[in-house]
């Protein structure tokens, strides 16, 4: 089966920048996600990696390395806006493809 | 283009009742899946439709089924409804797998709440 890790919460201060971790074990690995979900919302889709190395987009980056199974969500310069939960999802192949596993998330909360 | 729609937006059961969620995908998209979301578990995969056909399923008792029709639009029905259900629903749509990049990118609904008492 798979089995994902990351902090239940984190807290960081306007400005700052943030590192969420997410460790995972699965066999069959074909790509890692991660989504942001404002409280009473859809989760939103941030990024994706499926290679190791790092993926940058704007103010957020993504990084991946599949021999240790862990990816981090960077968040720099932080704004309030960006106080939600942030979901780590992995998709292993064996699992069909559509089949998302997420975390149970982490939630951030940006204070002034 | 609008987003991916789900109805109702919230729902208050009894136990043992049944209960019947919608979700019209975008337009375009032909891969519906759906997923748990309480508190303690974080999400968790339901199951996910292409084509009218299921292909994949979470591991939730039979009380929780699912289709989808010749539109693409897709209901999620759970019977016997207990307190454990109480979660928010969320329905996500993806164009034909392998497509687009990433080729799982699901957009998700704003969900139904559910809540059994």
């Known amino acids: 089966g798979q089995n994902i890790d990351q902090p239940t919460e984190m807290t960081a201060t306007e400005g700052a920048i943030v590192q969420i971790n997410c460790t995972y074990q699965t066999s069959g690995f074909n790509g890692l996600f991660w989504y942001q979900q404002h409280a009473g919302e859809a989760p939103t889709f941030l990024s994706y990696n499926v290679l190791d190395g790092l993926e940058e987009k704007g103010r957020f980056s993504s990084f991946l390395s599949r021999s240790k199974g862990y990816s981090y969500l960077l968040l720099k310069e932080l704004q309030m806006k960006d106080s939600a939960s942030y979901l780590c999802a992995v998709r292993a192949m064996n699992t069909g493809f559509q089949k998302l596993v997420f975390g149970t998330g982490t939630r951030l909360l940006v204070s002034p | 283009k609008a987003g991916v729609t789900q109805t109702p937006r919230y729902l208050i059961k009894t136990r043992g009742q049944q209960v019947t969620l919608s979700c019209s995908p975008i337009?375009?998209?032909?891969?519906v899946s759906w997923y748990q979301q309480t508190p303690g578990q974080g999400l968790q995969f339901l199951f996910e439709y292409f084509s009218e056909t299921q292909r994949n399923k979470g591991n939730f008792p039979g009380r929780f089924s699912g289709r989808q029709f010749s539109n693409s639009r897709s209901e999620m029905n759970v019977s016997t409804l207990e307190l454990g259900d109480s979660a928010l629903y969320l329905c996500a749509s993806s164009r034909s797998p392998g497509t687009g990049r990433p080729p799982n990118e699901q957009f998700f609904g704003p969900g139904t709440r559910l809540t059994v008492l």
């Open positions: 337009s375009g998209h032909r891969s």
